[in-house]
């Protein structure tokens, strides 16, 4: 039961942006008690308590779920994994979205993306390969349609990292995800931005499917130097 305290606290939520609605809800987390393997409120009720738009819940859901922090279970709803207050939320990185930014953001994703490719290669399970299999095929798809593929990409590299078998890999990637999310964008600029790289992806997926690390960590590179061109070419 949510303590008579939590409605004092809800009138300064109303106006919170995403990061704020983030910090609300953990608030209101912590006002309920709710403990690891409890489930969190339905989405509409998160919505009326927190006076925020199911985008924003969505956005938060995804960002806790990056850090290990709730689980989704089909059919069931979303579980808190870890206790969770306002005073231990992720910060994220401050990494400037320009080109000096994102070329600096690009050097540390070249670190990360990797060793996440190799350890991939090494560890993935058969279901985590037919998820990298089924995002693979769906940014494939987009990008034979339209010619660039930004969120379907970022899928894709994402559930590498969820196939590492390292969670650290992927609460690193979400502190970079507001420049990772603007190094995307730039196919909204140019429709070919990357678009050289894209081969690249099945190269790199077959590398993993067969348990070569050091074949994966070549084809990342690969991407990665497309990419970093592209910056390069784009923001001059």
């Not at 300064?12 to 309920?32: K, L, N, P, V, Y």
């Not at 390292?166 to 970079?176: D, I, K, R, V, Y």
Request: hydrophobic fraction near 45%; aromatic fraction near 6%; charge should be negative.
């Amino acid at each position: 039961m949510v303590p008579a305290d939590w409605t004092e606290e809800k009138s300064e939520i109303a106006s919170a942006r995403t990061g704020d609605a983030m910090q609300a809800m953990a608030a209101f987390i912590a006002a309920s008690d709710l403990r690891p393997g409890d489930r969190l409120p339905p989405e509409r009720r998160l919505v009326d308590e927190l006076s925020v738009g199911r985008s924003t819940i969505r956005e938060v859901i995804r960002h806790w779920q990056a850090l290990g922090v709730v689980e989704s279970r089909q059919g069931s709803g979303t579980y808190l994994l870890r206790r969770i207050t306002p005073e231990t939320m992720h910060v994220p990185l401050a990494i400037e979205a320009r080109r000096s930014g994102l070329l600096q953001m690009l050097e540390v994703r070249r670190g990360l993306e990797v060793e996440a490719s190799a350890l991939a290669a090494s560890r993935c399970q058969a279901g985590a390969l037919r998820i990298i299999e089924d995002r693979l095929d769906a940014m494939e798809a987009v990008h034979l349609e339209k010619g660039c593929a930004g969120p379907e990409d970022l899928a894709f590299h994402l559930s590498i990292y969820e196939a590492c078998g390292n969670p650290l890999f992927g609460q690193l990637l979400s502190q970079m995800r507001e420049s990772v999310s603007a190094l995307f964008a730039l196919s909204d600029l140019r429709v070919d931005f990357a678009a050289r790289s894209f081969p690249f992806h099945r190269t790199l997926f077959n590398a993993i499917a067969i348990g070569n690390a050091e074949a994966a960590r070549v084809e990342t590179l690969k991407i990665l130097a497309i990419v970093e061109e592209d910056i390069k070419d784009m923001l001059r």
